[in-house]
């Protein structure tokens, strides 16, 4: 969790502003999308999937990795939809 959420917040911002760049202007939203879709099928892999442990937490460290993107997200996400008189 330390490392992996960790590194998936800041990936999530970093990824936001990449896509910024590239001119998407729903960046937190669309990034947070991008990454959270993926969760469900890794999270199958670490009880359907996994022969071992180590398959079992190489499944669950990705799990972490793209479940922290939002939690990096979503005040960027909300200062983007809140009107500037607010």
């Not at 490392?3 to 947070?32: E, K, M, V």
């Not at 969760?39 to 022969?51: C, E």
Request: proline share 7%; aromatic share 18%; net charge positive.
């Amino acid at each position: 969790v330390l490392i992996f959420g960790t590194g998936g917040a800041f990936f999530g911002g970093w990824f936001a502003s990449w896509l910024d760049r590239r001119g998407y202007r729903d960046a937190p939203f669309r990034a947070t999308l991008i990454c959270a879709v993926p969760t469900a099928p890794v999270a199958a892999g670490v009880f359907l999937f996994a022969p071992d442990a180590w398959w079992a937490a190489a499944f669950l460290a990705v799990w972490q990795f793209l479940a922290s993107v939002p939690a990096g997200l979503s005040g960027a996400a909300m200062m983007s939809i809140t009107p500037n008189q607010m």
